[in-house]
T-cell receptor, first 118, second 110 residues
Protein backbone atom coordinates (compact mmCIF):
# COMPACT_ATOMS: atom_id res chain seq x y z
CA UNK A 1 0.00 0.00 0.00
CA UNK A 2 0.81 3.73 0.00
CA UNK A 3 2.09 3.96 -3.55
CA UNK A 4 2.77 7.29 -5.18
CA UNK A 5 3.48 7.63 -8.88
CA UNK A 6 4.94 10.48 -10.89
CA UNK A 7 4.75 11.18 -14.57
CA UNK A 8 6.85 11.69 -16.57
CA UNK A 9 9.94 10.12 -15.06
CA UNK A 10 12.18 12.16 -17.36
CA UNK A 11 11.54 15.16 -19.51
CA UNK A 12 13.73 17.27 -21.75
CA UNK A 13 12.37 20.58 -22.94
CA UNK A 14 13.50 23.75 -24.64
CA UNK A 15 14.10 26.92 -22.71
CA UNK A 16 10.95 29.04 -22.50
CA UNK A 17 8.48 26.19 -22.64
CA UNK A 18 6.29 24.93 -19.78
CA UNK A 19 6.42 21.45 -18.31
CA UNK A 20 3.76 19.73 -16.26
CA UNK A 21 4.59 16.97 -13.78
CA UNK A 22 1.85 14.80 -12.30
CA UNK A 23 1.86 13.17 -8.89
CA UNK A 24 -0.74 10.54 -8.04
CA UNK A 25 -1.52 8.57 -4.92
CA UNK A 26 -2.60 5.20 -6.23
CA UNK A 27 -4.12 3.46 -3.24
CA UNK A 28 -4.91 6.12 -0.68
CA UNK A 29 -6.44 9.56 -0.49
CA UNK A 30 -3.80 12.22 -0.19
CA UNK A 31 -5.15 15.18 1.70
CA UNK A 32 -1.73 16.78 1.58
CA UNK A 33 0.91 16.65 -1.13
CA UNK A 34 4.40 18.04 -1.08
CA UNK A 35 6.76 19.04 -3.86
CA UNK A 36 10.51 18.86 -3.38
CA UNK A 37 13.47 19.71 -5.50
CA UNK A 38 16.77 17.88 -5.21
CA UNK A 39 20.08 18.97 -6.69
CA UNK A 40 22.78 16.39 -7.38
CA UNK A 41 24.23 14.95 -4.18
CA UNK A 42 22.16 17.28 -2.06
CA UNK A 43 19.22 16.93 0.25
CA UNK A 44 15.59 17.62 -0.46
CA UNK A 45 14.42 21.19 -0.67
CA UNK A 46 10.73 21.61 0.11
CA UNK A 47 9.13 23.85 -2.49
CA UNK A 48 5.50 23.84 -1.46
CA UNK A 49 2.78 22.06 0.45
CA UNK A 50 -0.66 21.67 -1.03
CA UNK A 51 -3.94 20.59 0.45
CA UNK A 52 -6.73 19.32 -1.73
CA UNK A 53 -8.97 22.09 -2.92
CA UNK A 54 -6.95 24.98 -1.58
CA UNK A 55 -4.00 27.06 -2.70
CA UNK A 56 -0.52 25.72 -2.16
CA UNK A 57 1.71 27.13 0.55
CA UNK A 58 5.10 27.97 -0.93
CA UNK A 59 8.37 28.00 0.95
CA UNK A 60 10.35 31.18 1.15
CA UNK A 61 12.26 31.88 -2.03
CA UNK A 62 10.10 29.69 -4.27
CA UNK A 63 8.35 31.67 -7.01
CA UNK A 64 4.70 30.68 -7.06
CA UNK A 65 4.17 32.17 -10.51
CA UNK A 66 6.95 30.04 -11.88
CA UNK A 67 6.07 26.80 -10.12
CA UNK A 68 2.31 26.41 -10.39
CA UNK A 69 0.80 23.76 -8.16
CA UNK A 70 -2.69 22.40 -8.51
CA UNK A 71 -4.09 19.84 -6.08
CA UNK A 72 -7.41 19.27 -7.79
CA UNK A 73 -8.39 15.96 -6.22
CA UNK A 74 -7.47 13.69 -3.34
CA UNK A 75 -5.29 11.59 -5.64
CA UNK A 76 -3.69 14.08 -7.99
CA UNK A 77 -1.41 17.07 -7.72
CA UNK A 78 0.40 18.74 -10.59
CA UNK A 79 3.48 20.94 -10.72
CA UNK A 80 3.88 23.12 -13.78
CA UNK A 81 7.25 24.73 -14.37
CA UNK A 82 6.42 27.77 -16.48
CA UNK A 83 8.85 29.35 -18.93
CA UNK A 84 11.50 26.86 -17.94
CA UNK A 85 15.17 27.86 -17.98
CA UNK A 86 18.31 25.74 -17.73
CA UNK A 87 18.65 26.60 -14.03
CA UNK A 88 15.31 24.88 -13.44
CA UNK A 89 16.90 21.58 -14.44
CA UNK A 90 16.68 19.36 -11.41
CA UNK A 91 15.15 16.26 -9.87
CA UNK A 92 11.60 16.98 -8.69
CA UNK A 93 10.04 14.64 -6.15
CA UNK A 94 6.52 14.66 -4.82
CA UNK A 95 5.20 13.06 -1.69
CA UNK A 96 1.74 12.52 -0.29
CA UNK A 97 0.22 12.03 3.11
CA UNK A 98 -3.27 11.39 4.32
CA UNK A 99 -3.24 14.49 6.48
CA UNK A 100 -1.79 15.94 9.63
CA UNK A 101 -3.56 13.81 12.21
CA UNK A 102 -1.85 11.18 14.35
CA UNK A 103 -0.74 8.37 12.10
CA UNK A 104 -1.75 10.26 8.97
CA UNK A 105 1.23 12.53 8.49
CA UNK A 106 3.69 9.99 7.12
CA UNK A 107 4.88 11.06 3.70
CA UNK A 108 5.10 8.54 0.87
CA UNK A 109 7.29 9.56 -2.01
CA UNK A 110 6.98 9.28 -5.74
CA UNK A 111 9.92 8.04 -7.84
CA UNK A 112 10.86 11.53 -8.98
CA UNK A 113 10.98 13.37 -12.29
CA UNK A 114 14.23 14.43 -13.84
CA UNK A 115 13.85 17.67 -15.76
CA UNK A 116 16.46 18.88 -18.21
CA UNK A 117 15.97 22.28 -19.80
CA UNK A 118 18.11 22.96 -22.86
CA UNK B 1 14.11 26.93 13.67
CA UNK B 2 13.94 23.17 13.69
CA UNK B 3 17.02 21.37 12.49
CA UNK B 4 17.94 17.76 11.71
CA UNK B 5 21.59 16.84 11.34
CA UNK B 6 23.29 13.75 9.99
CA UNK B 7 26.83 12.86 9.11
CA UNK B 8 27.31 12.90 5.34
CA UNK B 9 29.18 9.65 4.72
CA UNK B 10 29.56 6.19 6.20
CA UNK B 11 31.62 3.35 4.80
CA UNK B 12 31.35 -0.24 6.04
CA UNK B 13 32.39 -3.69 4.90
CA UNK B 14 29.82 -6.15 3.66
CA UNK B 15 28.53 -8.24 6.55
CA UNK B 16 29.32 -5.63 9.20
CA UNK B 17 26.69 -3.56 10.99
CA UNK B 18 26.07 0.04 9.92
CA UNK B 19 24.95 2.70 12.36
CA UNK B 20 23.64 5.95 10.96
CA UNK B 21 23.11 8.75 13.46
CA UNK B 22 20.81 11.74 13.49
CA UNK B 23 20.24 14.59 15.91
CA UNK B 24 17.29 16.96 15.96
CA UNK B 25 16.29 20.07 17.83
CA UNK B 26 12.49 20.03 18.12
CA UNK B 27 11.49 18.28 21.34
CA UNK B 28 7.83 18.21 20.30
CA UNK B 29 8.53 15.78 17.46
CA UNK B 30 6.00 12.97 17.40
CA UNK B 31 7.08 10.72 14.57
CA UNK B 32 10.65 10.13 13.45
CA UNK B 33 11.42 8.43 10.15
CA UNK B 34 14.18 6.79 8.19
CA UNK B 35 13.99 6.89 4.41
CA UNK B 36 16.28 5.27 1.84
CA UNK B 37 17.06 6.79 -1.56
CA UNK B 38 18.76 4.78 -4.27
CA UNK B 39 20.36 6.57 -7.25
CA UNK B 40 17.84 8.24 -9.51
CA UNK B 41 14.87 7.20 -7.40
CA UNK B 42 12.48 8.70 -4.90
CA UNK B 43 12.58 8.10 -1.17
CA UNK B 44 11.46 4.79 0.24
CA UNK B 45 10.08 4.75 3.77
CA UNK B 46 12.16 2.22 5.70
CA UNK B 47 10.79 2.53 9.18
CA UNK B 48 9.53 5.01 11.72
CA UNK B 49 9.31 5.33 15.46
CA UNK B 50 6.82 7.12 17.63
CA UNK B 51 8.29 9.49 20.18
CA UNK B 52 7.11 7.47 23.18
CA UNK B 53 9.21 4.49 22.07
CA UNK B 54 12.90 3.87 22.77
CA UNK B 55 13.51 1.17 20.24
CA UNK B 56 11.94 -0.46 17.24
CA UNK B 57 13.23 -3.53 15.43
CA UNK B 58 12.20 -4.62 11.98
CA UNK B 59 14.20 -7.53 10.56
CA UNK B 60 17.73 -6.18 9.94
CA UNK B 61 16.81 -2.67 11.00
CA UNK B 62 16.93 -1.36 14.55
CA UNK B 63 15.93 2.18 15.41
CA UNK B 64 17.01 3.68 18.71
CA UNK B 65 15.59 6.91 20.07
CA UNK B 66 17.09 8.91 22.92
CA UNK B 67 14.60 11.68 23.55
CA UNK B 68 16.67 13.31 26.25
CA UNK B 69 19.60 13.81 23.88
CA UNK B 70 17.34 14.20 20.81
CA UNK B 71 19.31 11.48 19.08
CA UNK B 72 18.00 8.92 16.62
CA UNK B 73 19.97 6.09 15.09
CA UNK B 74 19.42 3.43 12.47
CA UNK B 75 21.35 0.19 12.73
CA UNK B 76 21.50 -2.11 9.72
CA UNK B 77 22.68 -5.58 10.64
CA UNK B 78 24.65 -7.72 8.17
CA UNK B 79 24.98 -4.84 5.71
CA UNK B 80 24.84 -5.87 2.07
CA UNK B 81 26.00 -4.11 -1.10
CA UNK B 82 22.33 -3.52 -1.92
CA UNK B 83 22.10 -1.34 1.17
CA UNK B 84 24.36 1.25 -0.48
CA UNK B 85 22.19 4.33 -0.75
CA UNK B 86 21.45 7.66 0.90
CA UNK B 87 19.59 7.44 4.19
CA UNK B 88 17.48 10.38 5.31
CA UNK B 89 16.40 11.01 8.86
CA UNK B 90 13.13 12.96 9.10
CA UNK B 91 11.20 14.41 12.01
CA UNK B 92 7.53 15.32 12.02
CA UNK B 93 6.99 18.49 14.00
CA UNK B 94 3.27 19.02 13.48
CA UNK B 95 1.12 21.05 11.12
CA UNK B 96 2.10 19.24 7.91
CA UNK B 97 5.75 19.94 8.66
CA UNK B 98 8.38 17.22 8.34
CA UNK B 99 12.02 18.26 8.54
CA UNK B 100 14.57 16.18 6.63
CA UNK B 101 18.24 15.81 7.34
CA UNK B 102 20.79 16.23 4.58
CA UNK B 103 21.15 12.47 4.16
CA UNK B 104 23.94 10.02 4.96
CA UNK B 105 25.56 8.32 2.00
CA UNK B 106 26.29 4.70 2.93
CA UNK B 107 29.03 2.91 1.00
CA UNK B 108 29.23 -0.85 1.41
CA UNK B 109 32.54 -2.43 0.38
CA UNK B 110 32.48 -6.00 -0.83
Amino acid sequence: GAVVSQHPSRVICKSGTSVKIECRSLDFQATTMFWYRQFPKQSLMLMATSNEGSKATYEQGVEKDKFLINHASLTLSTLTVTSAHPEDSSFYICSASQGAGVGQETQYFGPGTRLLVL
Amino acid sequence: GEDVEQSLFLSVREGDSSVINCTYTDSSSTYLYWYKQEPGAGLQLLTYIFSNMDMKQDQRLTVLLNKKDKHLSLRIADTQTGDSAIYFCAVYTGGFKTIFGAGTRLFVKA
